[in-house]
């Protein structure tokens, strides 16, 4: 696996308690996210891993507050810092988004405004967060001009003389004092600065997704949360965004989360993991511990169906979750796909199990008193 | 990047004047599959009212003389598209010998006034209402009235005139009834006073066509609206913690309105048309009322040059609108590319 990656400090920046999430339809609500709960660290990168509709999306949602309807928050706790998201108004809201919570978007591809530059879409986010940049007066501006006109030197070529002209002129008239800034933001995601004019539909997928990351981490938030940021993008420009984000969020210092269901993409570039299944997270642990140690049956499963180009094996994992999210069953939440389920399992909902240092998981299995049961399952399991 | 390519350009114009030369040829056809001829019909009237016309026969073969109706079709037709060309329409019988170009130069600015200024408001205020009908933001309050106010939507804008005449004219009679301006005023003039007149005459044309008209495009936006509101983008523009007022102009306005000017260059024909019968009802001095007279007096050269112009006033507006939406949809120029 991955080389031990620095942790980041011990401080928490997002504090996620006991968060419900129904989508209302008219056959009942649809439970997508169910009483989940984790920290995020200071600088920390987070991985959110799980099958599609397993609530990942709906989870960032609702810490962003950008839960659509006929979706809304049944109950929980979200803290950035120690602000209580759920408690702010509609104008501490706006003022907090972007700056404490931004977010690369799942679809990149339309999520910019079509019929807006670049540049002005970087703009307006950093201008209604930290009002109009400071724009020089014009008279300001004007003298500086006509200090640097002058006439053509004997033998200067005119178009060097004229280009000359045409940029002071352009100072002049049309001065953009954000450029330098997202100059940078350019250079931080690998962007040229030639796209700074450009339409959305002017750029490549991977650019656009650079955009949106360059806009994501424009105002330094404290978290950034990456929906499958790059899911859309081929295999190869996958990696390179990818590693982009991760450079750009050491470069700026935030704590990010990256959702994703390409379980060895994660490796490269997440600290810890988080494993969602049906609107749960089943397992939580330091990267090299879900690789090296998976523990919730679920988890083992997922890893087990990296594919690997070194052997060929059997799929082992079915497709998509079996029950319906209106109606779960009993007990623990994956019994229904679980080879080791047995009776106890559809009774009780196993509770978040600390196993070693900061590795978490919910299955009976794991509770001292099942130890046997445990041994033998994982036994005849590596026999078979 | 975003503009008008010069392939762009060379097909809107393409388009125009094929319009205009079908438009043409069709003006040129229709009244000759018609039995009979003008000029025996105008002859047959004239001996209707007179009683009796001397040397009928001699009258009409020198009129078809004059207005080379002996020749053949396709010399009638070379001639037809030359004095086009030419701007040349003729003279108008019902009226000889006005020229039909002296009319229709008397009456073309003001339907263009007209139906310029209702389209300008009816467009701006339908996709406001629209807009403001599918913002989440917008108040409870004016959710409900703009639906009220939109109950004239659907009737004919000729009822909608007669409506409003026989209420603002004649009951409470505080607008005129009939004409551009006031009779006082023996021609146009440029003072203020005559400028008053003309809106106080053109309030009500204006509102018969706005009337009946706003509440489609308001329907339109709406449902632009709400489809701009599922976008990718939206979400990201809420995320951001923009202002609401910012988004909704500059995120979903924007681009809703694309939609909106295509429909509008669509229905500039029908706009027109309707527009023709409202002039009549108020009896405006514009072409709407020039072509009624025309067709009154069976007026062949009259008709044929009032719908001429009429045409060529619509695709030019739909023109100007093409050009001008490469400007505000930078996508667009590509496909001329
Ligand atoms: N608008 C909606 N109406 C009803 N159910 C929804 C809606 N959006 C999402 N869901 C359900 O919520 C669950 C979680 O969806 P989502 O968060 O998008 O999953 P993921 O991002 O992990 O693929 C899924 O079961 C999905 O069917
Ligand atoms: S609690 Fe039971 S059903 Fe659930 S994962 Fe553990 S063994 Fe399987
Ligand atoms: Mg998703």
């Known amino acids: 696996m991955s080389e031990q990656r620095e942790t980041g400090s011990e401080r928490v920046v997002l504090d996620v308690d006991n968060l419900r999430i129904h989508y209302a339809t008219p056959q009942g609500d649809v439970i997508a996210v169910s009483d989940i709960s984790f920290e995020l660290y200071e600088g920390e990168t987070l991985g959110l891993v799980g099958e599609s509709g397993c609530g990942k999306s709906t989870t960032a949602y609702g810490i962003l507050q950008l839960v659509q309807p006929p979706g809304y928050i049944v109950h929980g706790s979200i803290e950035v810092d120690g602000t209580e998201v759920l408690n702010l108004t509609e104008e501490e809201l706006r003022k907090f988004r972007w700056t404490g919570l931004s977010l690369i978007p799942q679809g990149a591809m339309n999520s910019l405004n079509p019929t807006m530059r670049v540049k002005a879409q970087i703009v307006d986010v950093i201008e209604s967060h930290e009002g109009k940049a400071n724009y020089e007066s014009f008279r300001e501006r004007l003298s500086v001009f006509l200090r640097k006109i002058r006439r053509p030197r004997r033998g200067e070529p005119l178009k060097k003389y004229l280009g000359e002209w045409l940029r002071n002129l352009t100072l002049l008239l049309r001065y953009e004092p954000l450029k330098e800034r997202i100059f940078d933001l350019f250079q931080a995601v690998g962007l040229p600065n030639r796209i700074y004019n450009m339409y959305p539909h002017e750029l490549s997928g991977g650019m656009k997704q650079r955009v949106c990351i360059a806009m994501g981490v424009a105002l330094h938030p404290t978290v950034v949360i990456a929906d499958e940021a790059t899911s859309a993008l081929d295999v190869v420009v996958q990696r390179i965004v990818a590693q982009t984000l991760v450079e750009v969020k050491d470069e700026i210092g935030v704590s990010l989360i990256v959702i994703g269901h390409d379980m060895g993409l994660l490796a490269q570039i997440v600290d810890r993991i988080a494993v969602m299944y049906a609107g749960k997270i089943v397992e939580i642990a330091p990267v090299e511990n879900v690789y090296a140690n998976p523990l919730h049956p679920y988890t083992q499963l997922l890893i087990d169906s990296i594919p690997s180009i070194k052997e060929r094996k059997p799929l082992k994992i079915t497709e998509g979750i079996t029950h319906d999210p209106r109606n779960p069953p009993s007990g623990c939440i994956f019994r229904l796909r679980c080879p080791f389920a047995w009776e106890h399992c559809a009774l009780e909902e196993p509770p978040q199990i600390n196993v070693e240092a900061k590795h978490e998981v919910a299955c009976h299995l794991f509770d001292e008193q099942f130890e046997e049961r445990r041994s033998n399952a994982f036994a005849a399991i590596a026999n078979s | ?337």
Do not use: C
């Not at chain 2, 006034?113 to 009816?122: K, P, Y």
């Not at chain 2, 021609?187 to 400028?195: A, G, M, R, S, V």
């Not at chain 2, 936006?221 to 990201?236: C, K």
């Not at chain 2, 309105?257 to 706009?271: D, E, H, N, R, W």
């Open chain 2, 1 to 337: 990047m975003g503009g008008l390519s010069l392939n762009y350009i060379m097909r809107r114009l393409l388009v125009f004047f094929l319009t205009l030369w079908v438009a043409a040829t069709l003006i040129f056809i229709i009244p000759r599959l018609a039995p009979g001829d003008p000029i025996t019909a105008m002859v047959a009237r004239m001996s209707q009212q007179a009683g009796f016309v001397e040397n009928a026969d001699l009258i009409i073969e020198g009129w078809k003389e004059r207005f080379g109706l002996n020749d053949p079709v396709y010399v009638q037709y070379l001639r037809y598209m030359g004095n086009l060309l030419r701007f040349d329409l003729g003279l108008a019988m019902a009226r000889f010998p006005s020229p039909v170009s002296q009319l229709v130069s008397r009456a073309l600015p003001w339907t263009i006034g007209l139906v310029g200024i209702a389209t300008l408001i009816f467009f701006t205020v339908g996709n406001l209402f629209g807009a403001l009908l599918a913002w989440t933001k917008t108040p409870k309050l004016v959710k409900v009235l703009i639906p009220m106010s939109m109950i004239f939507t659907s009737i004919p804008p000729l009822l909608a005139g007669l409506l409003l005449v026989y209420i603002f004219g004649f009951l409470l009679d505080i607008f005129p009834q009939a004409y551009a301006y006031h009779h006082s005023f023996r021609q146009p003039e440029f003072t203020l006073k005559f400028i008053g007149s003309v809106l106080h005459h053109g309030f009500l044309p204006a509102m018969a066509i706005v009337l009946v008209t706003f509440g489609y495009w308001a329907l339109g936006m709406r449902g632009m609206m709400v489809t701009i509101e599922g976008e990718d983008y939206m979400i990201l523009a809420q995320a951001k913690g923009l202002k609401p007022f910012y988004v909704l102009y500059r995120y979903m306005i924007r681009n809703a309105i694309l939609p909106q000017m295509t429909a509008l260059a669509v229905s500039i024909g029908t706009l027109v048309g309707g527009s023709v019968l409202v002039e009549v009802i108020f009896n405006y001095n514009g072409m709407g009322t020039l072509i009624f007279t025309a067709i009154r007096e069976q007026d062949f050269n009259l008709i044929q040059g009032t719908s001429f112009i009429l045409i060529v006033t619509s695709a030019l507006a739909v023109l100007i609108i093409d050009l001008s939406y490469p400007l505000i949809d930078p996508r667009i120029s590509l496909e001329g590319k």
